[in-house]
């Protein structure tokens, strides 16, 4: 079979800059498509992913055979409306184009808190229903564009698959850091959530990363030969 010629959507971002970077380093032919452009060393392409046009134009001149697509913009912005036009309109014309191009696998970046309602989420695995009421904007158009690229699996020759990372941390972080410190200039060092004791789940952004490549590898394996439905609860297995 032909090498795998990969299209980094949101290449330029925080987790974006390290799935190409481990990409590059096993010798993997890589593409950036973003909005802006912050590295030099894979060839770039400038653009929007709500314009379809763009994307499938794209993915023609690089003979993309798999996309990973990162691109969201970040949490917290006062305007909702972006959100769903990036998230939802934007991944669905990421789909159309894949499959007018003929791509094979594309690998989404999602969030967990695709399925966040406000609760506490313990134990979850990919049984959890999405919220009734989401819990924003943010995570209202993550959980949207996830289920357009869960559904698009298997149509039109695609292979798809979805990541919820929760938090993220590592180099090149923008969100996180800066959040922690907008806080601590802030002066609101003494609070406390809860009764001290609320976990959070957050990974090191090169797993993550390396998540996404490992997903790739194996999106054209066989699934278990038992649907998710009929796996056995998780009171009947061992993570140990
Ligand atoms: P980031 O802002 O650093 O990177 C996102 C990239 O997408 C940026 O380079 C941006 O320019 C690009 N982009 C935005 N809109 C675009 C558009 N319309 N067309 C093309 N490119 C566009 O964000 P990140 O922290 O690297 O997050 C990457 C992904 O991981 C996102 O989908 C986010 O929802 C998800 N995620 C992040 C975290 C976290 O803690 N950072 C947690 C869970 C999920």
């Known amino acids: 079979m032909a090498p795998e010629s990969y299209l980094v959507v949101g290449g330029s971002g925080f987790l974006g800059r390290h799935i190409v970077k481990q990409l590059l380093a096993r010798g993997d032919n890589v593409s950036v498509f973003d909005i802006v452009q912050r590295y030099h060393d894979t060839p770039f392409y400038s653009g929007d992913i709500s314009e379809k046009d763009q994307v499938l134009s794209v993915l023609k001149r690089c003979g993309t055979t798999c996309i990973i697509h990162t691109a969201s913009?970040?949490?917290?912005?006062?305007?909702?409306?972006?959100?769903?036009?990036?998230?939802?309109?934007?991944?669905?014309?990421?789909?159309?184009?894949?499959?007018?191009?003929?791509?094979?696998?594309?690998?989404?970046?999602?969030?967990?808190?695709?399925?966040?309602?406000?609760?506490?989420?313990?134990?979850?695995?990919?049984?959890?229903?999405?919220?009734?009421?989401?819990?924003?904007?943010?995570?209202?158009?993550?959980?949207?564009?996830?289920?357009?690229?869960?559904?698009?699996?298997?149509?039109?020759?695609?292979?798809?698959?979805?990541?919820?990372?929760?938090?993220?941390?590592?180099?090149?972080?923008?969100?996180?850091?800066q959040g922690m410190y907008d806080v601590f200039r802030k002066g609101q060092t003494h609070f406390q959530i809860g009764d001290n004791n609320n976990l959070f789940d957050i990974t090191y952004v090169e797993n993550v990363a390396y998540a996404h490549l490992l997903a790739a590898d194996k999106l054209d394996t066989p699934p278990p030969s038992k649907p998710l439905s009929q796996w056995p609860d998780k009171d009947e297995y061992s993570l140990e």
């Open 73 to 177: 913009p970040q949490h917290g912005l006062k305007d909702p409306s972006l959100y769903f036009k990036i998230n939802v309109d934007g991944t669905k014309s990421v789909i159309a184009a894949a499959q007018e191009a003929g791509v094979r696998k594309l690998i989404y970046t999602s969030s967990a808190g695709a399925v966040f309602a406000g609760t506490d989420i313990v134990d979850a695995d990919e049984r959890v229903p999405y919220p009734e009421k989401p819990f924003d904007a943010y995570n209202e158009s993550k959980a949207n564009g996830e289920a357009a690229v869960l559904a698009a699996n298997r149509q039109g020759g695609l292979l798809t698959v979805a990541l919820r990372p929760a938090g993220i941390y590592g180099p090149g972080d923008r969100q996180m850091m």
